[in-house]
């Protein structure tokens, strides 16, 4: 595939007029061909015109329409090949293997939402039938369904160049769900976006599908994002990044005439748990396998583990020794560009600078690239001092030395939502966990044992969300098939000609989907 | 049931010290005792800091023990009998008949809760089994439920003193996804709110619950709704009333340093689309009925018909003449209080001043009571004149006269988000409806065909919601079962012992509930 250095609007590839830029080599920081240029105000309004205009016919295909077009996303980003791979690897810095597997990820995405779409539960379907001879009064004929909000805007992720990016997750969702997307590519890997937005512009015209269905526009600074956001034809908007992004999104999302729903995955420190029997039983294993997750990606994941409670003794010292071994050879990271890096230096600095922090770990450090680290403090300063909670970018971690969980009952009360919390424990831990779990559901979208949060799988009970401000909306999750939801309202037909009926709450069940009827769920009828 | 005047603070009754006010008989304006107490900022507190107490243990409780409890709560206002009838009576104006349906409708409500409860597909559950042999990588065992997202504020209607006040909808769905109620009580009808929440404490005292699982607060003016929704240990909000109201705790909930979800449902002119074959057909008699549904409980629904489209021609002449006729025998009605009145005075005066509008018909009038009235224009000057198409609480209408449905489109997709919009139609308009269907389902959260939208079913497939700004999120309804999903958060454990299981999510499913099981909807095991 020839790079231009062109947005996608509609069918049409088009030369940005606004401040070009370029794409940049993350390991070397030199620029790459060819260069960039930024979405105009017209720009965004020809996208969202367009994408408004996609929205009747798009939503009124029917689901197995919609799944084919997801699987043709899928079979041309699949088709991309090496050609992708490189340019992502050079873009973002990240290892060959993980951009594969994220390839792997993010198709493998399209599909499970193509299964979703066939599936039908999503549409959450209900039927209560009339009933003419109630008293006092009859019940009317009352059929539910979902539909879609209307366009979306979505903003890629510099972390996910694939999987939470151009036809990432929330654009994958939003598809499904029936709404056209108009995508911000991330700057920080523009060759890469277009390379995905040209296969997903391919799939929309060999689908057949209204051009609006899906535009991809770039741009530098925050106007372009601004006006997205601020546009009315837009409905809904998905974003993963930075706290400050996300929150900037959600003010002029929620000051808009309509207000719409954002959907911003921000910050976390997911805090892991590191119990008294698990470290007396693994405590060198633990520590070694920490700095495994604390590292991967150079630490730029969203469930990267960056704080750590754990019960003093000698389990402990044998983490925190394995630990500091596996850092010292841990070699230094390329971050995904100038920009993160600099902002991980500067947290590390300040941790550094914190009165009651020592250091207890540090990886191998190289110009431009970004050392591990790992600190560590007790209960008491972590409890005064409230920037210790705060999430560093990147491969940085806080251990916290605990002596009494119920003491820490409180601060762990006082952490800010997080999208996972870990918990390292034995059968022996179990009557402590037990006490513990109610607070930490209260705290994130995953707890998880025995294991580390980076890795998220994509399935039906996965949640990649939890309280603020791990995300702008605690109620939905942007990794896995309830996605989906977020895209979606109900509406109810009452006393609807049959004729007119949608097929998904018609009597006949055409789309073959479990439904409640009358309250009941029921399964649909044999093929 | 003796009337104090105190407000409900947990298990205890409390005299208000802030600004003091009485109930008013409606029809007559004259004082009803008791005066009832505002509360402070330190009341506010206390029934805060009781909720977040009461939180952990009200949601660990089993659904069968909310079941029993909201089950209780509906016994209570049974209960009440006639004092309570009475006391609603008098202080909404509302007719008698009216007034006693509300109430079997409030206890049947929290009875549909009850069996939902048990019914359990509210949460959500899904299990993704372990597969530890799969390559590349093993997938975890994920397991997903619905949890509560803490306690809830609810703020009482005006116009429905019971179905939408202190144990309405709102607080129906709250308490049963596990969220614990503070109460704001409508100054309006403050003795019909104390008598319903000593009802509900009583319920709680005999349930065994925590007090804070409920409390009920007064007061008037801003102070205490916006103290309430600015509280951190409030998750959630509750409101159905105007929409300057609705929009000003919007803007606080989001200002918040956590900004937490608003459920407002604010207002909506229900637009009504007389097609020609239905005005041919049966026009004067749905001339009638119209008038019914207008004038019903003085106007005051939130889905009371205000709108008009039609189709000019002898069955709109029909229909005009007979829902004049129909008008002028109208008793004036007896408003909600003396703000509702003054604000319907006020609207209707706009709408007769307004230039290109035509007066088609006129109730009785009398001192201090509400006439319904009946005007018409054309779709030209509607679509130039954008406060016709706004909201005038009471028995107002527009008609507005329309000769051609597909240059109508851009007129109605201007509209703004409506809770209802009815469709009167024949087999003749099929046609028609049928292209006008995909931008009405764009507008409203219902669509009716040949009834009235006033008279909202509470059953599983009921959506009262629809886009801004009928609500503040077009993403939920705020009648029937699915309303239980507001106040709903997902959860994810992944690999957690199956000792620490919460009963959803266990393999055994005890609580008998549907679950997704990779991906599939599996019926629970039999009895």
């Known amino acids: 595939m020839e790079l231009t250095g062109e947005m996608l609007i509609g069918a049409q590839a088009v030369r940005g007029e606004d401040k070009a830029f370029k794409g940049r080599d993350a390991a070397t920081g030199a620029e790459l061909e060819p260069s960039y240029g930024g979405?105009?105000?017209?720009?965004?309004?020809?996208?969202?015109?367009?994408?408004?205009?996609?929205?009747?016919?798009?939503?009124?295909?029917?689901?197995?329409?919609?799944?084919?077009?997801?699987?043709?996303?899928?079979?041309?980003?699949?088709?991309?090949?090496?050609?992708?791979?490189?340019?992502?690897?050079?873009?973002?810095?990240l290892p060959r293997p993980r951009i594969e597997g994220e390839r792997g990820r993010t198709a493998g995405q399209l599909k499970l939402f193509a299964a979703e779409l066939?599936?039908?539960?999503?549409?959450?379907?209900?039927?209560?039938?009339?009933?003419?001879?109630?008293?006092?009064?009859?019940?009317p004929d009352l059929r539910l369904r979902m539909i879609p909000l209307g366009p979306v805007a979505v903003?890629?992720?510099?972390?996910?160049?694939l999987a939470f990016s151009v036809a990432g997750g929330d654009t994958a969702s939003a598809l499904a769900a029936g709404?056209?997307?108009?995508?911000?590519?991330?700057?920080?890997?523009?060759?890469?976006?277009?390379?995905?937005?040209r296969a997903v512009q391919a799939a929309v015209a060999e689908a057949g599908l209204p051009e609006g269905v899906f535009s991809m526009l770039f741009g530098i600074g925050n106007r372009l994002g601004e006006e997205l956001v601020a546009d009315p034809r837009i409905k809904a908007v998905g974003f993963t990044g930075s706290r400050a992004g996300g929150l900037a999104l959600a003010k002029i999302a929620a000051?808009?005439?309509e207000p719409i729903p954002v959907y911003a995955e921000m910050s976390s420190v997911n805090p892991v748990l590191l119990m008294p029997g698990a470290l007396a039983a693994r405590g060198a294993e633990l520590g070694r396998a920490f700095v495994g997750s604390l590292t991967m990606g150079a630490g730029q994941f969203c469930t990267n583990p960056g704080l750590l409670f754990a019960t003093p003794g000698p389990g402990l010292d044998a983490f925190v020794a394995a630990a500091g071994d596996a850092m010292g050879d841990a070699a230094a990271g390329v971050m995904l560009h100038a920009g993160i890096l600099a902002a991980y230096q500067k947290g590390?600095?300040?941790?550094?600078?914190?009165?009651?922090?020592?250091?207890?770990?540090?990886?191998?450090?190289?110009?431009?690239?970004?050392?591990?680290v790992l600190f560590g403090t007790d209960a008491d300063t972590f409890g005064k001092t409230p920037h210790l909670a705060e999430e560093v970018f990147g491969a940085a971690g806080l251990l916290v030395r605990n002596g009494d969980w119920d003491a820490l009952m409180p601060i762990l009360q006082e952490l800010e939502g997080q999208l996972t919390i870990t918990i390292h424990m034995t059968e022996a831990d179990e009557p402590l966990v037990a006490r513990l779990l109610p607070v930490l559901e209260t705290k994130a979208g995953r707890i998880l044992v025995n294991g580390w949060p980076t890795g998220v799988e994509v399935s039906h009970a996965m949640v990649h969300g939890g309280p603020f401000p791990a995300t702008s909306d605690s109620r939905t999750t942007s990794?896995?098939?309830?996605?989906?939801?977020?895209?979606?309202?109900?509406?109810?037909?009452?006393?609807l000609p049959a004729t007119l009926l949608p097929e998904a709450v018609q009597d006949a069940n055409p789309l073959?989907?479990?439904?409640?009827?009358?309250?009941?769920?029921?399964?649909p009828p044999p093929a």
């Open 179 to 197: 709404c056209p997307v108009v995508v911000k590519g991330h700057p920080a890997h523009p060759a890469t976006s277009e390379m995905v937005g």
């Open 512 to 523: 073959r989907i479990w439904r409640r009827v009358d309250g009941v769920v029921t399964p």
């Open 255 to 257: 000051a808009r005439p």
């Open 39 to 93: 979405a105009t105000t017209a720009d965004v309004d020809r996208a969202c015109a367009l994408a408004a205009a996609a929205f009747g016919p798009y939503r009124a295909t029917s689901p197995e329409v919609r799944a084919r077009f997801l699987e043709l996303v899928a079979d041309k980003i699949a088709a991309l090949g090496d050609a992708l791979t490189d340019r992502a690897c050079a873009e973002t810095g």
């Open 155 to 161: 903003f890629g992720a510099s972390n996910f160049p």
């Open 348 to 372: 590390v600095e300040r941790l550094a600078e914190t009165r009651g922090i020592e250091q207890l770990g540090k990886g191998l450090t190289a110009d431009g690239r970004a050392g591990a």
């Open 118 to 139: 066939r599936e039908g539960s999503w549409q959450d379907v209900r039927l209560d039938p009339a009933l003419p001879d109630r008293k006092p009064l009859p019940r």
């Open 479 to 495: 990794v896995g098939t309830l996605a989906i939801r977020r895209f979606l309202r109900p509406v109810c037909y009452q006393n």
